[in-house]
C-alpha cells in the first residue's frame, strides 16, 4: 500500500514563495505519474500540477508560470515550487499517485 507523506506547508504572505515535497513509500515510484491537487474550504478538490513518469507536466491557467512540479525517482519524491502566491493560492494540498492514493495535505495559507 502506498504511503504519500507532505511537507513545506505554513504561512506566507503574498507574492512569497513555498516548495511542498512528498516522499512515498510502498510503492515502485518511478512508474507512476504523480501530481499535486488542493482543495480549499467549501471548493471541490482540484488538480494544480502533474508530472508523468517520462516528465511530462501539466498544470491548469489559474496555476501555470508560477507553480513548477518536479520529480526526484532516487528519492522517491515530487515537488511543488510556488512562487508568487495569492491568497486564492489558500487550501490543503494533497500528493496523488495515479491510481494509487492520497497523502493527508498540508495546509498552505497565503495572507498578509
Do not use: H
Not at 515510484?29 to 508530472?51: C, D, H, N, T
Not at 508560470?65 to 526526484?72: A, H, K, N, Q, V
Not at 494533497?94 to 498552505?108: F, P
Amino acid at each position: 500500500q502506498v504511503q504519500l507523506v507532505e511537507s513545506g506547508g505554513g504561512l506566507v504572505q503574498p507574492g512569497g514563495t513555498l516548495r511542498l515535497a512528498c516522499v512515498a513509500s510502498g510503492t515502485i515510484f518511478s512508474l507512476y505519474q504523480m501530481g499535486w491537487y488542493r482543495q480549499a474550504p467549501g471548493k471541490q478538490r482540484e488538480l494544480v500540477a502533474s508530472i508523468t513518469n517520462d516528465y511530462r507536466t501539466y498544470y491548469p491557467d489559474s496555476v501555470k508560470g508560477r507553480f513548477t512540479i518536479s520529480r526526484d525517482n532516487g528519492k522517491n519524491t515530487v515537488y511543488l515550487q510556488m512562487n508568487s502566491l495569492k491568497p486564492e493560492d489558500t487550501a490543503v494540498y494533497y500528493c496523488w499517485q495515479n491510481g494509487r492514493g492520497w497523502g493527508q495535505g498540508t495546509q498552505v495559507t497565503v495572507s498578509s
